[in-house]
């Protein structure tokens, strides 16, 4: 087989590596991955192979135009490939890393983790991202095994050996209609335990609009910016409410600001900071256009974003296609343009729009006040968040600005 010809590296991207596609060995109520096994009805194997595999490393290195390049491995749950065949991840990037620096960070439910995982990790400086939901009781709501039995103590387990053999991690915490009602709970947790680095991602999943919808598909598709709006279908119960979702964020921001800026680092508050001080969102679901960010199946199929994984959204397949080709064609970057073009008039006259730009539109099946369709689901949060932290907002930019320190807010007054 002819191997693809990477184009040359014009800018870079990001992949989100499924190399065992949804398998996992949880069963999360709320998680939109596991479904799409059913996108793959004939598969057996469930795991990435060797051809696959070094097509992708070999491909991903020679298609970014930097000096480092950033590896992304998720699922599912990836630990379940086993130690071995991370080793062969590591033999492959050194083999086509071509002098280029290689980072690696592994997403992970941390239930599999033990002392070889973690020496290994620790050995190949892989960052680690930790899934979880809070405290015990929050994290157990919704996050269990097969058996439906909760996961808090092996998750804790997991991150016990992390500490041990010293492998830097950060945490993921889904917000959900649980968590969301206890931020200085979730946020309070997440420290204690020596998270330096968190992630909220917000738990927007909608039902299927009809009984017609995909077999096997449990949650609605994203709504196509370049279709006419259909029937629009009701949130699952266990997804956050949106004036919940805002009501969170604040009350985390609120004790972040006055106790741990500089200290503890909260992804949506940084690239808020970015936003504001006129650097561009480092964030696609607040970036301006999207479709940098490719998601890139067991088998090798590659679709236009994580959670646009459905046949309409497959770019091709890295064995047969250039990956640099797939990312930079037209297709997805209309795919990219789209977030842009399709915001509604109400978002365009939005004050928070250089903020927000819409968020991703994959929650975006509301209409507008005005019956323009496009309007995203968490609107009503975005917008009560970055009211509440355009003050302080303003007062880090300038503080940064004139070459001090962003930690000095914690003892200003701000108005």
């Given at each position: 087989m002819k191997r693809p010809i990477p184009l040359p590296a014009t800018h870079g991207f990001h992949g989100l590596t499924k190399p065992i596609g949804p398998i996992c060995n949880l069963d999360c109520t709320y998680?939109?991955?596991?479904?799409?096994?059913?996108?793959?009805?004939?598969?057996?194997?469930?795991?990435?192979?060797?051809?696959?595999?070094?097509?992708?490393?070999?491909?991903?290195?020679?298609s970014q135009p930097g000096p480092e390049i950033h590896f992304a491995w998720q699922g599912g749950e990836p630990t379940l490939l086993g130690v071995?065949?991370?080793?062969?991840?590591?033999?492959?990037?050194?083999?086509?890393?071509?002098?280029?620096?290689?980072h690696n960070a592994l997403q992970t439910n941390g239930t599999l983790l033990d002392d070889r995982w973690c020496e290994f990790l620790a050995a190949h400086h892989f960052l680690v991202g930790l899934s979880i939901d809070g405290p015990r009781e929050l994290h157990d709501r919704y996050r269990v095994d097969k058996g439906q039995k909760p996961t808090f103590d092996a998750v804790m387990r997991g991150l016990a050996f992390l500490k041990k053999h010293g492998v830097e991690f950060n945490t993921l915490t889904v917000v959900n209609r649980a968590n969301s009602r206890e931020p200085l709970a979730v946020y309070r947790f997440l420290k204690e335990i020596g998270s330096?680095?968190?992630?909220?991602?917000?738990?927007?999943?909608?039902l299927p609009a009809?009984?017609?919808?995909?077999?096997?598909?449990?949650?609605?598709?994203?709504?196509?910016?370049?279709?006419?709006?259909?029937?629009?279908?009701?949130?699952?119960?266990e997804s956050v409410e949106a004036v919940q979702y805002g009501a969170f964020l604040c009350g985390v921001f609120d004790e972040w600001v006055r106790q741990d800026v500089g200290k503890v680092f909260v992804q949506l508050f940084d690239?808020?900071?970015?936003?504001?001080?006129?650097?561009?969102?480092?964030?696609?679901?607040f970036a301006e256009q999207?479709?940098?960010?490719?998601?890139?199946?067991?088998?090798?199929?590659?679709?236009s974003c994580d959670h646009y994984v459905y046949p309409k959204y497959r770019l091709g397949n890295v064995l047969n296609q250039g990956l640099g080709e797939m990312v930079r064609s037209p297709r997805q970057i209309q795919f990219g343009r789209d977030k842009q073009a399709s915001?509604?008039?109400?978002?365009?006259?939005?004050?928070?729009?250089?903020?927000?730009?819409?968020?991703?539109?994959?929650?975006?099946?509301?209409?507008?006040?005005?019956?323009?369709?496009?309007?995203?689901?968490?609107?009503?949060?975005?917008?009560q968040f970055f009211h509440h932290i355009d003050p302080y907002m303003h007062t880090m930019g300038q503080l940064l600005n004139a070459g001090r320190a962003a930690a000095e807010i914690m003892t200003m007054e701000v108005v």
């Open positions: 998680c939109f991955y596991l479904e799409k096994q059913s996108l793959y009805p004939e598969e057996k194997s469930w795991r990435m192979n060797d051809a696959v595999l070094e097509s992708y490393i070999r491909q991903y290195i020679h071995e065949f991370f080793q062969k991840v590591v033999a492959l990037q050194q083999k086509h890393g071509g002098g280029k620096q290689i330096g680095f968190l992630q909220f991602i917000p738990l927007v999943e909608r009809s009984l017609t919808a995909a077999p096997g598909l449990t949650f609605a598709e994203p709504p196509d910016p370049a279709q006419p709006p259909g029937h629009t279908s009701s949130v699952t119960p690239v808020a900071l970015g936003n504001w001080m006129g650097l561009g969102s480092s964030l696609c679901v999207c479709g940098s960010a490719v998601a890139i199946e067991h088998n090798g199929d590659v679709y915001l509604p008039k109400y978002c365009l006259a939005c004050e928070v729009r250089f903020a927000c730009n819409g968020e991703c539109p994959k929650h975006r099946f509301l209409t507008t006040p005005d019956g323009e369709s496009g309007l995203n689901y968490l609107c009503p949060a975005y917008k």
